[in-house]
């Protein structure tokens, strides 16, 4: 489909484990948001990326989270040394962007992550 | 304070009830918008909006910039709406607030 994907769906992982999640905007598109949604909570936001570059990751809660978008498409986001805090969904937007920046946002259905 | 408020935060309803949902907000926005995220699902854009309203079948979203308010309103309610409501502002180039979200329960 021409939606925003998210790999992997789920992920459990034990403390202390490395992990990697991926999200392909839809093709084109600029802005690229990532969220973590704990258990019966909004989303909060992670970082942003325009095009390749990180405008933004005032959101990630510690060093251990790192978010990259080398060329300007794919992104991941690696979270190292994972704590059971770090149980969540992780959400992945993308907007295509227009000049006033009010373009409509497409989000991914998100991975899963728990920590055990 | 949270620079995007939303109201009420939970809401219970009959089928066939008009609903609304308000937003407010404390910041210059180039845009708002409403998403809807059913338990366990994803969320799904409802509305953008940057001045005046929209609306999409039963649902209709409006926006007053001056008094940096929103509203979402869903008319003739079904069961089916029954999801989380959730406001979120978006400032120039920047990233998007998110509010706290609307629990509706619609029920038969």
């Known amino acids: 489909g021409a939606g925003v994907s998210q790999s992997p769906r789920y992920k459990v992982a034990k403390r202390g484990q490395d992990v990697a999640l991926r999200c392909d905007p839809i093709s084109g598109h600029v802005s690229l948001f990532w969220y973590q949604q704990a258990l019966g909570q909004g989303p909060e936001f992670l970082t942003y990326?325009?095009?390749?570059?990180?405008?933004?990751k005032s959101g990630l809660p510690s060093d251990r989270f790192f978010a990259e978008r080398p060329e300007g498409s794919v992104s991941t986001l690696k979270i190292q040394r994972t704590q059971q805090e770090d149980s969540a969904v992780y959400l992945c937007a993308s907007s295509a962007e227009g000049q006033l920046y009010n373009s409509p946002l497409h989000f991914g259905n998100g991975t899963r992550l728990t920590v055990t | 304070k949270n620079e995007v408020e939303q109201s009420p935060q939970n809401l219970t309803a009959q089928e066939g009830e008009f609903i609304t949902i308000n937003c407010s907000y404390s910041?210059?926005?180039?845009?708002l918008h409403w998403l809807q995220q059913h338990p366990g699902g994803g969320i799904v854009s409802l509305f953008m909006?940057?001045?005046g309203k929209k609306k999409h079948g039963r649902l209709i979203a409006t926006i007053n910039i001056q008094e940096k308010h929103s509203s979402l309103h869903i008319t003739a309610s079904h069961p089916r709406d029954s999801a989380v409501y959730i406001c979120?502002?978006?400032?120039?180039?920047?990233?998007?607030?998110f509010g706290k979200g609307t629990k509706l329960s619609v029920k038969p």
């Open positions: 990326f325009q095009n390749e570059a990180q405008l933004d």
């Open positions: 909006l940057s001045s």
């Open positions: 910041v210059g926005i180039s845009a």
């Open positions: 979120a502002v978006r400032r120039g180039q920047g990233n998007l607030i």
